[in-house]
């Protein structure tokens, strides 16, 4: 096998030494390497040689599969730095080793001393050059750096909160097109070229012109709810509080039943109430957190519940955060437009009739109320330990709960700026915020969210005036309708979905910056976790006190959810949270606070967090925009895979052997293709373009066809931080636990071992690809 070397430096502006291949063979070298040499080089001393191919997948199994946990690498010297400082990374080859010519002893004599003579030369050419030369020899790694930081400098803290004030003003306005058109003008007036605003007239779920209430059967009292009686005093005091207390898409009605505590609503509850009370129209009393909210709801659906009253437990929350009282908004969307499900909402699309997307009443109620309705004392701590809120098994409570909402269509505005890449303008790297939705909760997280992204917009075009460009075209989108299930977003992605599949390579969140100021928490896809990795590093000033790297592949609760279930595009996103947030039970941000149960600027009041915010992010999107070889790791899925089997009860031989195979292959992968391809000397035009399209559709293969509601379908993705396992066989093995029939569990397992097996052909496919390239040259 051979690598044809040729010169990365000699590119000329506007014209790009990737795409015109053939101005370059004249410059390139004479030189190749086979694989014996390429083992002899420093760092591959660990690989073996291994006929994997004609070992079967039976015998796979009883190999050492390795499951050992392993972090992606930290280290800033580069991707591949970590197979030569990690003795844990043996490969195992599946080509065999080129066999020696052989030759007589004069012609050896011959070699041996011409290779004297120009080694001789070399050292006298060298000497000579560095010494008439001057020391700037930088690294283009360096350089690019230094170009990146330059570029970030210009963001200053005191710009974004002045644009997140100006941006706060509008949010009084009920209109969504006048947020979108503001944002255009000013993305526009930083230089922005192409800056679009696209429309889709869709179906919301609106609260009706009285808001929600709960009556107490036994007294006759009636609630808000918040918790307040029932008065027309209470409903002027708080009026669009009470009527954005609302579940969007729930069902309407009146219902009178029985309440029943059924906790977080997971199917262990389910399954041991279900042996106490018939559940059948009764009203479930649902906290929530710990799963998604969907998920929860379609279970108590199933097991015959007719309600919901959903709440908050106070004991869930950190304790900076007193919102007893307050009420907040749920969406059951599951993402789009709901007339339109899987198509976008263009003009001539037929429309479906999907008022309500459940047959449960579903009423968001404070934990004020909850405390009413089981009559426990406001006092509810114990020795500083906070109790939770629980029914007691021997009482019974009927309530009356009362749902209207109304259904119209809105048109939901989505800002789109396009940022011409010069080398690959036809590859996207997509910065994603979000703006005030008319008829939701108003909020300030908008604001911090489109404030940073005017702010890294602004930084980019200085430096686009001064004649630099990205490599790759930059996108940058402001979604409207994110409070009613991203709808924006995925309306958008539905439109354009064939052009998107093609082109994207990533996307960046920068959706609520800032939810607290104690912790930097990072999320990634396994792909993209090393390069977050060594952003974090580079964050912490003084190194040798920094914090263990903690980045996750979580579900991300915003507009991410279209690219990383639909599009299997890489994702990552960096927040500043709540440390006690963090430990508590996740999913409780599905909850929409009102503006008031959000101060921005109390937990970032200079806006440093911001800066921090979105300087990280705008290095990760300036390395992906910019670097010839997109910066993404192989191997960190495999490893990603490897350690989602390991220690889970659900794992077969199959599983594990086919991980093992997996993890072989992205070895082999990254060091034979990736490594000689991030090093400028050895960089093939055609090469990088064939290597940029395998590691930009890695995370496809992880897609899916079917999961729980509420779960996202691409499984390499977590339901939380704090679990390792593949989400759909944990959710598969409650239920194989409480039914009779492992069918559920058997499908799990099914979709699992075809996501894994596919992408195992899918870099054996790549790496065949390269080899026949290769085969052609010699």
Not at 286 to 302: C, F, N
Not at 359 to 372: D, E
Not at 421 to 440: E, L, N, Q, W
């Amino acid at each position: 096998m051979a690598y044809q070397k040729v010169s990365g430096d000699q590119r000329a502006p506007g014209h790009s030494q990737y795409l015109d291949n053939d101005d370059l063979q004249a410059t390139a070298l004479d030189l190749e390497w086979d694989m014996e040499k390429e083992l002899e080089e420093p760092g591959f001393d660990q690989f073996q040689l291994n006929s994997a191919e004609n070992q079967n997948l039976e015998n796979s199994e009883t190999a050492d599969l390795n499951l050992d946990p392993i972090q992606p690498a930290t280290s800033p010297k580069g991707r591949f730095q970590r197979l030569q400082e990690e003795s844990d990374y043996v490969t195992h080859y599946t080509r065999s080793a080129p066999k020696s010519n052989p030759c007589n002893f004069c012609r050896l004599l011959k070699i041996f001393c011409m290779a004297i003579i120009l080694f001789i030369s070399g050292i006298l050419i060298g000497y000579y050059s560095h010494k008439n030369c001057p020391s700037n020899a930088t690294s283009s790694g360096t350089l690019d750096l230094q170009l990146y930081q330059e570029i970030l400098k210009t963001i200053q803290s005191e710009d974004i909160k002045k644009s997140f004030r100006n941006l706060v003003q509008l949010y009084k306005s009920e209109d969504d097109t006048e947020i979108s058109k503001k944002i255009k003008t000013q993305w526009t007036s930083l230089g922005l070229e192409d800056v679009q605003l696209v429309n889709y007239s869709v179906l919301l779920n609106l609260p009706g012109l009285s808001p929600s209430s709960v009556t107490l059967s036994s007294s006759g009292q009636c609630f808000h709810p918040n918790g307040q009686p029932c008065s027309e005093e209470a409903r002027k005091w708080s009026s669009q509080d009470l009527l954005y207390s609302y579940a969007a898409y729930s069902a309407n009605g009146i219902l009178e039943a029985e309440v029943i505590d059924v906790s977080y609503g997971n199917a262990d509850d389910l399954k041991r109430i279900k042996k106490m009370k018939n559940v059948t129209n009764r009203i479930a009393l649902l906290k929530l957190g710990k799963l998604p909210l969907l998920y929860k709801l379609s279970l108590l659906e199933k097991t015959g519940f007719g309600g919901v009253l959903l709440y908050i437990d106070p004991c869930d929350l950190p304790k900076t955060a007193n919102l007893s009282y307050n009420t907040f908004m749920v969406s059951l969307n599951p993402g789009g437009d709901p007339s339109t499900p899987g198509y976008p909402s263009i003009d001539g699309s037929f429309r479906q009739n999907r008022s309500n997307l459940t047959s449960l009443l579903v009423q968001p109620i404070s934990a004020s109320l909850v405390a009413k309705l089981i009559s426990l004392p406001k006092d509810r701590t114990t020795n500083g330990a906070c109790s939770p809120l629980e029914l007691p098994n021997n009482e019974e409570r009927i309530v009356n709960m009362k749902i209207q909402t109304v259904t119209k269509f809105e048109t939901v505005t989505n800002v789109v700026g396009y940022l011409k890449g010069v080398t690959f303008p036809d590859r996207y790297v997509i910065v994603g915020s979000h703006h005030h939705t008319a008829h939701s909760y108003n909020r300030q997280e908008w604001a911090s969210s489109t404030a940073i992204i005017t702010a890294f917009i602004r930084a980019l075009m200085l430096r686009v005036k001064k004649g630099w460009r990205p490599d790759r075209t930059i996108v940058f989108c402001s979604w409207g309708g994110t409070a009613f299930g991203n709808i924006g977003s995925y309306e958008w992605g539905e439109d354009f979905r064939k052009v998107l599949q093609r082109n994207v390579v990533a996307y960046i969140s920068l959706h609520s910056p800032v939810r607290g100021n104690s912790t930097l928490h990072s999320v990634a896809s396994p792909s993209l976790q090393q390069l977050v990795a060594e952003k974090n590093k580079f964050n912490c000033p003084r190194r040798d006190q920094c914090p263990k790297t903690n980045i996750s592949s979580e579900q991300m609760q915003d507009d991410a959810d279209y690219f990383i279930n639909h599009l299997g595009v890489p994702t990552m996103r960096f927040t500043y949270e709540d440390i006690r947030a963090l430990e508590g039970p996740s999913f409780l941000s599905e909850a929409l606070f009102p503006k008031h149960a959000i101060k921005v600027e109390e937990m970032d009041p200079f806006f440093n967090l911001h800066e921090t915010i979105i300087k990280l992010s705008g290095e990760v999107i300036l390395q992906i925009a910019s670097e010839p070889v997109l910066p993404f790791n192989a191997l960190d899925i495999a490893l990603e895979v490897q350690n989602n089997l390991k220690g889970d009860q659900t794992s077969t031989p199959q599983l594990l052997a086919l991980a093992s195979r997996l993890r072989e292959s992205a070895e082999l992968f990254q060091s034979d293709e990736m490594r000689p391809a991030n090093d400028p000397k050895e960089r093939a035009p055609i090469r990088v373009r064939m290597l940029n399209d395998i590691l930009q559709d890695m995370e496809k293969s992880f897609l899916v066809q079917h999961a729980p509601p509420g779960f996202y379908r691409n499984i390499l993705y977590h339901l939380d931080g704090k679990t390792s396992q593949f989400s759909i066989l944990l959710e598969a093995w409650e239920h194989c636990k409480s039914l009779a029939s492992n069918e559920t569990l058997q499908e799990a397992l099914s979709e699992v071992l075809n996501s894994i097996n596919a992408a195992q052909v899918y870099f054996k496919a790549g790496l065949d690809v390269f080899e026949s390239v290769l085969v052609g040259k010699n």
